[in-house]
């Protein structure tokens, strides 16, 4: 199932650092009674994923709190360890946004959001999207083929969105 403007996001369990390792975190825990902007992307370190995807959302975080938006949460198939460390050295952690590791891809592919790229060794990666949820229905979707500059998934047009 490839998730549209109006369908309810499906629980599943993701990870993220904590104070005493790797946490499984419901997705349905975040959305429930939130208003919050998930952007996913193919992979932690990656080229436009570093320079362009993350800074979008680092430069819009007051104005998407502004219009109530609770979390923003960056999701990617990557290990917990690395989704930290990588939160960390782009600053986007302290910035406020949460990152998640989606290890195996199986929300990534509940949602329909997977691709892969064999000669460049992404598989069952993440496509690059952003979405806005209120209670866990998808109110904004935005994706589709753009340049580096990230100018449909990226922040400003979440914010430009909501």
Known sequence: ??????????????LQMGENGAEAVEVSAKLKGRKVVIFGLPGAYTGTCTTSHVPSFM??????????VDEVICLSVNDPFVMK?????TGAAEAGITFLADGDASYTK???QEFSVPHLAFFDRSKRYALY??????KVLNQGQETNACEISGGEAMVAAI
């Open 133 to 138: 949820a209120v209670d866990g229905v998808v």
């Open 110 to 112: 509940a949602i329909g």
């Open 1 to 14: 199932m490839t998730i549209s403007v109006g369908d309810t996001l499906p629980d599943g369990k993701l």
């Open 85 to 89: 460390a990588w939160g960390e050295s």
């Open 59 to 68: 430069r819009v975080m007051d104005k998407l709190k502004a219009k109530g």
